[in-house]
């Protein structure tokens, strides 16, 4: 329904998405800026180069406190980007509470239901305009069905129909490094090399107990959670 440029891997940064803007040849009506934040001051910085018409925000949870010093910080930086969004932002269902004085702003994703997730994807309810869709996607992991269901409502909201949806749901390809699965020699390998929070690395192994056969986790760690 659009042409679409989004910034790819991990351009979150100003120069990151600067250098997507300025190396894409691709014709878009459509920008997609992964915002990322470390510091106070981060996402604010961002938006003051990359206003966004609209804005999502996944999750709110203990993740560079090394470096944010406090989860109220965290908080507190991310709301800055529906201060700054000039029509809605989409938050996920159980975070909008932690926003208070900007409810105009807000809408919340609370239209994903019936949740199965295994070693071959997830599939789950979807209801946009007063119809349930089953949709099924090869992403890994609850949690992605409550991700794309922010994307499908702000999709929704501009515009594009529920059947075109649920029909991209099942086109999303894996994403490099992020849940992503890998057949080695008859070996099941589950790259989630850009995992940085205890929330996702428990989505991970929860990933990997659908798995059949022996299981063996290699990690460094995480790091920056202020312990």
Not at 46 to 68: K, R, V, W
Not at 86 to 103: Q, R, V
Not at 133 to 147: D, F, M, P, W
Request: net charge negative; with cysteine; hydrophobic share 40%.
């Amino acid at each position: 329904d659009y042409k679409v440029l989004s910034t790819p891997r991990s351009y979150n940064t100003p120069l990151g998405i600067a250098r997507a803007l300025n190396e894409s040849e691709e014709e878009f009506n459509l920008f997609i800026a992964e915002m990322g934040a470390r510091h106070v001051g981060d996402i604010e910085e961002l938006c003051s180069y990359f206003t966004p018409d609209y804005a999502l925000i996944t999750g709110i949870c203990n993740q560079h406190l090394e470096s944010f010093g406090s989860i109220d910080n965290i908080i507190s930086e991310k709301g800055k980007i529906i201060k700054a969004a000039k029509n809605f932002t989409c938050i996920a269902k159980g975070c909008a509470s932690l926003f208070t004085g900007e409810e105009g702003k807000i809408k919340t994703a609370d239209i994903v239901k019936d949740v199965l997730s295994d070693s071959t994807g997830t599939q789950f309810t979807l209801t946009l305009g007063g119809q349930d869709i089953r949709v099924k996607t090869k992403l890994l992991g609850e949690h992605s069905a409550y991700n794309i269901g922010l994307c499908a409502l702000l999709a929704y909201e501009l515009g594009v129909s529920a059947e075109h949806i649920a029909e991209r749901i099942a086109s999303i390809e894996y994403i490099e490094h992020r849940l992503q699965p890998i057949v080695s020699n008859g070996v099941n390998i589950i790259d989630d090399g850009y995992n940085s929070n205890i929330i996702g690395a428990r989505a991970a192994l929860k990933v990997l107990s659908t798995f059949g056969g022996r299981k063996i986790v290699v990690t460094p760690g995480l790091v920056e959670l202020g312990i």
